[in-house]
């Protein structure tokens, strides 16, 4: 049998420690090992396998369009990314008018940073303490966390962190050298906190009032994850640029910025290569359709309820506190999690860290009750 783990140490750039896992096969809310073992995934792909693993509908629209077009440069006009930026303003809040396409989150978050210094003539930008936006420069530049920025120093100057959910803060830090204040609703890898809506709705008010842009980073909670097809719907929130990816897909890469109707951006002044390829648009479309046909954010919803109830009718003495919104939930601990995951792991669950204390769960939301109750099990084992 081939050693696939030695040829990625071998051959791979090692950026991220590894599980000890080879996955060659995915159904649902499970995956497979070169065994043929059978795991619980939990981590949903980092947020991104929100459908499962080959839902059968992404794979079919994949494989139709794969034989159709692949490639079609933005020089060109294509009837299947039409038909996708079209359903991206139907789905987002009404706010937003317009989508540029892309390949990941990151990139989304670059486009946003880009377009809201062209928009405003200014240079600066807000972001909130223990918030993640992404690895390239200017990403990691909006992120906060020490660790992802140390090694890469002097980043992209002119942004400052504030505390999340301390309207006072953010109302110090906006002066007429910002150009946007940036957030996600719930920050991911930063423990799973959501926003406070007093917070939200004092932070929109003084962006209007000051002619400063709200970017609202929907990458991990967008598409239904949080039990609404995006967390903006659970506040009524109408941002001035939206950033999504992940989920956006069903695993196949894609990300997009959304604008308002003000932001005009002068074409020439920012491009993609592979950003809105039929391919990925194809599997776009059919993701959004099963998302909405399935209704998948009130599953979402549910399931997260009952997800919630299983933990707490537990003995979990271990756990400090339980964070949620949908199925984006998060387990701190009195305790650092790596040991646990890995405990986790050999039980054939697999999770996320959110942070050193926080265990992070965003299973597929087709995630069956079966699996919840087997998940719960493991964790009255481990957590008791």
């Known amino acids: 049998m081939t050693d696939y783990k030695t040829l990625e140490h071998e051959y791979g750039v090692p950026l991220q420690a590894k599980r000890d896992l080879v996955a060659v096969r995915g159904s649902g809310a499970s995956l497979y090992d070169e065994a043929g073992q059978e795991y619980i995934d939990c981590a949903g792909g980092i947020g991104v396998a929100s459908l499962g693993h080959?839902?059968?509908?992404?794979?079919?629209?994949i494989k139709q369009q794969a034989e159709t077009l692949i490639t079609c440069p933005n020089i060109m006009y294509n009837d299947v990314r039409s038909k996708l930026l079209e359903k991206?303003?139907?789905?987002?809040?009404?706010?937003?008018?317009?989508?540029?396409?892309?390949?990941?989150g990151?990139?989304?978050?670059?486009?946003?940073?880009?377009?809201?210094?062209?928009?405003?003539?200014?240079?600066?930008?807000?972001?909130?303490m223990r918030g993640f936006h992404g690895r390239t420069m200017g990403a990691v530049s909006a992120t906060y966390t020490p660790k992802y920025r140390e090694a890469f120093q002097p980043l992209i100057p002119g942004f400052d962190y504030v505390p999340f959910n301390k309207i006072?803060?953010?109302?110090?830090?906006?002066?007429?050298?910002?150009?946007?204040?940036?957030?996600?609703?719930?920050?991911?890898?930063?423990?799973?906190?959501?926003?406070?809506?007093?917070?939200?709705?004092?932070?929109r008010k003084l962006c209007t009032d000051r002619g400063v842009?709200?970017?609202?980073?929907?990458?991990?909670?967008?598409?239904?994850?949080?039990?609404?097809?995006?967390?903006?719907?659970?506040f009524d929130l109408q941002p001035d640029i939206m950033c999504v990816a992940k989920a956006m897909g069903g695993g196949v890469p894609i990300g997009a910025t959304l604008l308002n109707a003000d932001i005009q951006i002068e074409p020439g002044l920012h491009g993609t290569t592979f950003g809105g390829n039929p391919l990925a648009c194809a599997a776009a479309l059919a993701a959004i359709d099963v998302y909405q046909s399935d209704n998948l954010a009130h599953r979402a919803a549910e399931l997260g309820d009952y997800?919630?109830?299983?933990?707490?009718?537990?003995?979990?003495?271990?756990?400090?506190?339980?964070?949620?919104?949908?199925?984006?939930?998060?387990?701190?601990?009195?305790?650092?999690?790596?040991?646990?995951?890995?405990q986790l792991l050999e039980r054939r669950i697999i999770a996320l860290p959110a942070g050193p204390n926080v265990i992070r769960l965003l299973p597929p939301l087709v995630i069956e009750k079966r699996q919840i109750d087997r998940v719960v099990e493991v964790f009255r084992e481990l957590l008791a």
């Open 106 to 128: 990151a990139e989304s978050i670059e486009a946003a940073l880009k377009f809201s210094r062209l928009h405003s003539g200014r240079t600066n930008f807000v972001t909130a």
């Open 213 to 234: 842009l709200l970017i609202i980073d929907e990458i991990q909670t967008g598409f239904c994850r949080t039990g609404k097809f995006f967390a903006s719907d659970h």
């Open 307 to 342: 997800f919630e109830t299983q933990l707490n009718s537990s003995d979990l003495s271990q756990v400090r506190a339980l964070r949620r919104l949908g199925l984006m939930i998060g387990i701190e601990l009195k305790q650092k999690v790596q040991d646990k995951l890995a």
């Open 168 to 203: 006072e803060k953010l109302d110090a830090a906006v002066d007429d050298n910002t150009a946007a204040v940036m957030f996600e609703l719930v920050q991911g890898e930063g423990g799973v906190n959501p926003i406070q809506p007093e917070y939200l709705a004092a932070a």
């Open 54 to 61: 080959s839902h059968p509908r992404l794979v079919k629209a």
């Open 88 to 104: 991206l303003v139907e789905v987002t809040p009404t706010s937003l008018t317009r989508a540029y396409l892309c390949n990941s």
